[in-house]
């Protein structure tokens, strides 16, 4: 056998041994076990994930790149992001556009169907894309207003740890592990942070924003202000608890003085609908005026008009802000 071949036959069987290799080595630093354990940790920190599991690499999918060209044109996808990941829901913005236009599209099919009006059909369709919408909005309320009445025994804990001998980030550390969620996972992600190199204060920072609660922002800034003046760090954790519980009881009593107008709200509101539904129950001929004479659908366009602005009306009187 000529020399030659054989030579360039080995060389050739090195080569591509030496091709496959590296690209099983690059694959594997870029998609790999160990590349995705990394990349979803470092997402969780720097996109204030709520927990310190190493599945979360969900979060690198969510998150918006800043260099996108849709970030670019519509900056407010960054804030509907946040907003999103504040509603502790595992939902993408993508997911939550799917979710809203497959409940438009399957409102105004079965609005097809039944041979509504195109105005009914259209008003069906903008209502149930807007479910998914106030699906995420219950769920980030129902969170924020979790996060603030965990708090003030938050606060406890950071005042006793400190009375302890604890340093300030191994306080945090400690409310991060003994709370659950979701005070608990944002503490954590602090800690993280502040563990990686992140500078204290950008770190509390970061927790003010990932979690929009007024109680929680006034506790930051303090603690801002007392390390570049001093003083008893523990004392002060214990009064933000204290005034946190006030405002609390005082919500509480305004809530209940508030009642009776919420009530006399959904009343009035319901009263009409109720009445109009017992009335075509017993007597169907009676309304018939009212969806078959101009006249009455205007009046009804009217009615409906009317109470819109008196719900909003009497829930900004009873909506009392403490």
């Known amino acids: 056998m000529n020399t030659t071949f054989l030579t360039a036959a080995v060389l050739l069987f090195v080569?591509?041994?030496?091709?496959?290799?590296?690209?099983?080595?690059?694959?594997?630093?870029?998609?790999?076990?160990?590349?995705?354990?990394?990349?979803?940790?470092?997402?969780?920190?720097?996109?204030?994930?709520?927990?310190?599991?190493?599945?979360?690499?969900?979060?690198?999918?969510?998150?918006?790149?800043?260099?996108?060209?849709?970030?670019?044109?519509?900056?407010?996808?960054?804030?509907?992001?946040?907003?999103?990941m504040q509603s502790g829901l595992p939902w993408s913005l993508g997911r939550l556009c799917a979710s809203c236009a497959a409940f438009g599209l399957a409102v105004l099919a079965g609005a097809s169907l039944a041979n509504l009006p195109l105005a009914v059909a259209l008003s069906g369709a903008l209502a149930g894309a807007?479910?998914?919408?106030?699906?995420?909005?219950?769920?980030?309320?129902?969170?924020?207003?979790?996060?603030?009445?965990?708090?003030?025994?938050?606060?406890?804990?950071?005042?006793?740890?400190?009375?302890?001998?604890?340093?300030?980030?191994?306080?945090?550390?400690?409310?991060g592990t003994e709370f659950p969620e979701p005070a608990g996972g944002e503490f954590r992600t602090t800690f993280d942070e502040i563990n990686y190199g992140v500078s204290l204060n950008d770190a509390l920072c970061g927790l003010a924003n990932r979690m929009p609660v007024r109680d929680l922002r006034y506790l930051v800034i303090a603690v801002l202000i007392q390390r570049e003046t001093g003083g008893n760090l523990a004392e002060l954790f214990d009064s933000i608890a204290w005034l946190v519980r006030e405002r609390f009881k005082l919500f509480d009593k305004v809530r209940v003085l508030s009642a009776e107008g919420k009530l006399s709200a959904w009343v009035l509101g319901m009263l009409p609908i109720g009445s109009?539904?017992?009335?075509?129950?017993?007597?169907?001929?009676?309304?018939?005026?009212?969806?078959?004479?101009?006249?009455?659908?205007?009046?009804?366009?009217?009615?409906v008009i009317s109470m819109i602005c008196g719900a909003l009306w009497i829930r900004r009187i009873v909506r009392i802000r403490v």
Do not use: Y
């Not at 080595?25 to 997402?43: I, P, T």
């Not at 979360?56 to 996108?68: N, Q």
């Not at 009445?149 to 604890?166: F, I, S, Y």
């Not at 009676?286 to 009615?303: A, E, K, S």
């Open 15 to 84: 080569a591509v041994v030496m091709s496959c290799q590296t690209a099983w080595v690059w694959w594997n630093g870029r998609h790999g076990a160990a590349a995705k354990r990394m990349a979803a940790r470092l997402e969780s920190l720097t996109a204030g994930s709520t927990s310190r599991r190493e599945a979360l690499s969900i979060l690198k999918a969510r998150r918006l790149g800043a260099a996108t060209p849709l970030a670019r044109a519509l900056p407010w996808l960054h804030s509907l992001d946040a907003w999103l």
């Open 276 to 303: 109009a539904a017992i009335i075509n129950f017993v007597n169907p001929d009676f309304l018939d005026p009212f969806w078959n004479d101009p006249v009455g659908i205007r009046l009804l366009d009217g009615i």
């Open 130 to 175: 807007l479910l998914p919408v106030l699906h995420v909005r219950r769920h980030r309320a129902r969170r924020l207003r979790h996060f603030e009445r965990q708090l003030p025994e938050v606060c406890d804990m950071l005042g006793r740890a400190l009375r302890a001998g604890h340093a300030f980030s191994s306080a945090i550390d400690m409310a």
